[in-house]
């Protein structure tokens, strides 16, 4: 921000935080503590979906239960059993 507000063509009342992936984590954390930032953007990455999956997969909620940790050969013995 100290830079941002200095350059050239900036509005320093309209600066915007943008992160993806791990910045899109930090970059929340970081407008906590920056008052100039006129808005945030946050598109953090996603660790893990396997909850995410299963849960959209139409088999039963025991079957869901018993969803592998997907390691070569898990899905195949998983599915076909």
Known sequence: MDVAVKL???D???IIL?????????VA???AFEP???AVIADPGQWNQRDNVISALLYRMNKRR???????????????G
């Open 36 to 38: 100039r930032a006129a």
């Open 29 to 31: 954390r970081a407008a």
């Open 66 to 80: 018993t969803f592998p940790i997907l390691t070569p050969g898990a899905w195949t013995r998983w599915s076909s």
């Open 8 to 10: 050239p063509g900036v």
């Open 18 to 26: 943008v992160g993806w992936s791990f910045g899109g984590f930090l």
């Open 12 to 14: 320093p009342e309209k």
